[in-house]
């Protein structure tokens, strides 16, 4: 339940987040991937603290949720947001070709990854979510 409620707190907070930064509601924020904050990260240490407490933090199971949180953080931060970049460069270069009639194509989507600020908001999410609802 405490990862379940960790990546809705988060996405529902996207969703916020964006509507003070734009001052428009947009619901697909709740859905969309990367931005403020980290639902992988969320989710992700949500659970790591989850089985700390019930396991503990010497047990396999941790190690397990340990290596699986910073293989996600890692991916979330690092190569999706890569991605993201190169989605932001490549929709400049389609802005222009459709400037001159070469290429009608849609923009790809910027938002995949997250900065730092954004996965350790997300993590102190899920950690307190899980301090909350197990102990």
Same mark, same amino acid.
């Given at each position: $339940?405490?990862?379940? $409620?960790?990546?809705?707190?988060?996405?529902?907070?996207?969703?916020?987040?964006?509507?003070?930064?734009?001052?428009?509601?947009?619901?697909?924020?709740?859905?969309?991937?990367?931005? $403020?904050?980290?639902?992988?990260?969320?989710?992700?240490?949500?659970?790591?603290?989850?089985?700390?407490?019930?396991?503990?933090?010497?047990?396999?199971?941790?190690?397990?949720?340990?290596?699986?949180?910073?293989?996600?953080?890692?991916?979330?931060?690092?190569?999706?947001?890569?991605?993201?970049?190169?989605?932001?460069?490549?929709?400049?270069?389609?802005?222009?070709?459709?400037?001159?009639?070469?290429?009608?194509?849609?923009?790809? $989507?910027?938002?995949?990854?997250?900065?730092?600020?954004?996965?350790?908001?997300?993590?102190?999410?899920?950690?307190?979510?899980?301090?909350?609802?197990?102990?």
């Amino acid at each position: $339940m405490a990862v379940f $409620m960790s990546w809705f707190i988060a996405q529902a907070l996207k969703v916020v987040f964006y509507w003070l930064q734009e001052r428009e509601i947009n619901f697909r924020r709740f859905v969309e991937p990367g931005g $403020m904050p980290s639902a992988h990260a969320a989710m992700t240490i949500s659970l790591l603290t989850g089985v700390g407490l019930k396991e503990g933090v010497s047990s396999t199971y941790f190690v397990i949720a340990l290596v699986f949180a910073l293989v996600t953080i890692y991916d979330a931060a690092g190569v999706r947001r890569a991605v993201g970049k190169q989605a932001e460069i490549l929709n400049k270069i389609i802005k222009d070709l459709r400037s001159t009639r070469v290429l009608n194509r849609e923009a790809l $989507m910027e938002w995949l990854g997250h900065t730092p600020l954004e996965v350790i908001v997300g993590g102190g999410i899920g950690f307190l979510v899980s301090l909350i609802l197990i102990i």
